[in-house]
């Protein structure tokens, strides 16, 4: 692991307090979605159940409003959510920056998982990206490969709407964390929304698919976890 290259054993707050104002590019913040259940997988488990929604939004907003002055005036930060909160987590972010600094809603669509007969299949999660100033934020457009026939086997600008499938049982990228995000997503994000070289910060890392990505990308991953299983998986990923 690079020298520069941390994940610890910490809760968001406290990770997020121990940074100098104004040192970190890029925040991705992979929380849990408040789904009232806990979330385990072969190698984790973690508690994913809040009182209320409100009560998950005040645990969120503390957190960011240590986070937010962090951040450089080039920043910006993805908060990735689910339906449960995504349009309470825009009204805050709206609160704490202001309705100007936000970017993009973007929806990361993925294919796998069950469909009910009372309601469309989601298939969907929400990651809300803001700037910190919306005239000097970074971001290199990622390119995608194009589906319209005209375009055929050429490039294009990536949409609001990101395709990248979800880890199948049987990837080789998957660990055993729950709910571990895939690595070319994660990917896609930090490229787009961080320079070279730049900090980011994952205060949830999970099992560290964000460091990685970051480390892949020659930028300085910073990774926090409450859960002592996740940091030693992400610690692991990074070494390897
Ligand atoms: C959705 S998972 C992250 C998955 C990760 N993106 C990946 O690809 O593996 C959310 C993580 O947040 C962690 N977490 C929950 N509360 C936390 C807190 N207060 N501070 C830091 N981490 C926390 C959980 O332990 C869990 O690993």
Redesign the pocket.
């Known amino acids: 692991m690079p020298e520069s290259a941390r994940v610890s054993n ?4 406290v ?1 997020a307090d121990r940074f100098d104002d104004e040192t970190i590019d890029l925040l991705y913040a ?4 408040n789904t009232g259940k806990s ?1 385990v997988a072969a190698s ?1 488990s ?2 994913d159940a809040w009182p209320s929604t409100d009560a998950w939004v005040d ?1 969120l907003r503390e ?1 960011l409003e240590v986070t937010i002055p962090k951040l450089k005036p080039t920043g910006s930060m993805l908060i ?1 959510v689910d339906w449960r909160t995504s349009h309470r987590v825009r009204v805050l972010l709206d609160e704490l920056l202001g309705e100007d600094r936000f970017v993009n809603h973007l929806i990361w669509r993925y294919g796998l998982g069950g469909s009910s007969p009372r309601r469309f299949a989601r298939k969907h999660d929400d990651i809300l990206f803001y700037s910190i100033d919306p005239d000097r934020y970074y971001f290199e457009p990622p390119m995608v490969p194009a589906t319209s026939n005209r375009m055929k086997g050429q490039m294009k600008k990536a949409t609001d709407v990101l395709d990248v499938p979800t880890l199948n049982n049987m990837a080789d990228e998957r660990v055993g ?5 895939p690595l070319a997503l ?1 990917e896609l994000l930090v490229g787009a929304c961080c320079p070279a070289g730049g900090v980011v910060f ?9 460091l990685v990505a970051a480390q892949r990308l020659n930028r300085t991953p910073i990774g ?4 002592p299983e ?1 940091v030693a998986i992400a610690r692991a990923r990074l070494q390897g």
């Open positions: 910490e809760d968001w707050l990770r992979d929380p849990p979605f979330q984790g973690y508690q645990w957190r990735h964390y729950p709910t571990q995000k994660l994952d205060p949830c890392c999970g099992s560290g698919t964000t926090c976890d409450l859960n996740a």
